[in-house]
T-cell receptor, first 115, second 111 residues
Framework: NAGVMQNPRHLVRRRGQEARLRCSPM?????VYWYRQLPEEGLKFMVY????????ESGMPKERFSAEFPKEGPSILRIQQVVRGDSAAYFC?????????????FGEGSWLTVV | TQLLEQSPQFLSIQEGENLTVYCNSS?????LQWYRQEPGEGPVLLVT?????EVKKLKRLTFQFGDARKDSSLHITAAQPGDTGLYLC???????????FGTGTRLTVIP
């Protein structure tokens, strides 16, 4: 039973380029969450999506960041015109139901380095 | 503002010692989870506690949820080098869509 799959695991981008991070949830899970972890910090919620819908994007920066979870295919976190401060680990998690009170399962993360 | 505060932030102990990590908040949570994260990997779920006062044991790890569901503790007995890692607590709140993560406790167990 495959877990949450994220790719790429490591990504290096120059300032101003675009970064696309992909997440395939566990089989049977229709709820996807993206979290960001800065060095030596805890995880910060970014966005919660169900298939084709953004449910809660209260943790997403207002500019340059977007997320989608299409009917077919993985969820995508897109960062346009990256800056050095975007360097972080980005974790995707999934659950079969909304996370309130329920367990969510994390992928192994995508490490973005902006040079 | 951090919703969940963990203490200590860093902990370095000798193999065989006991330790307790605390996760505190002024908010009530419907459930609380503990994760362990190793460098370069994602958080791995250790336990979920849902009832005030609940105690769960996982081999040498004992988890407790406070009676008022505002705090939790993780106690490790006879720590081993394999216990080294970042321990994160995360709380779920009724009506919220996401988990709120604590600040983390980085544990190092020295052989």
């Amino acid at each position: 039973n495959a877990g949450v799959m994220q790719n790429p695991r490591h990504l290096v981008r120059r300032r101003g380029q675009e970064a696309r991070l992909r997440c395939s949830p566990m089989k049977g899970h229709s709820h996807v969450y993206w979290y960001r972890q800065l060095p030596e910090e805890g995880l910060k919620f970014m966005v919660y999506l169900q298939k084709e819908n953004i449910i809660d994007e209260s943790g997403m920066p207002k500019e340059r960041f977007s997320a989608e979870f299409p009917k077919e295919g993985p969820s995508i976190l897109r960062i346009q015109q990256v800056v050095r401060g975007d360097s972080a680990a980005y974790f995707c998690a999934s659950s079969p139901r909304p996370s309130g009170g329920n367990t969510i399962y994390f992928g192994e993360g995508s490490w973005l380095t902006v040079v | 503002t951090q919703l969940l505060e963990q203490s200590p932030q860093f902990l370095s102990i000798q193999e065989g010692e006991n330790l307790t990590v605390y996760c505190n908040s002024s908010s009530v949570f419907s459930s609380l989870q503990w994760y362990r994260q190793e460098p370069g990997e994602g958080p791995v779920l250790l336990v979920t506690v849902v009832t005030g006062g609940e105690v769960k044991k996982l081999k040498r790890l004992t988890f407790q949820f406070g009676d008022a569901r505002k705090d939790s503790s993780l106690h490790i007995t006879a720590a081993q080098p394999g216990d080294t890692g970042l321990y994160l607590c995360a709380g779920a709140r009724t009506g919220a869509n996401n988990l709120f993560f604590g600040t983390g406790t980085r544990l190092t167990v020295i052989p």
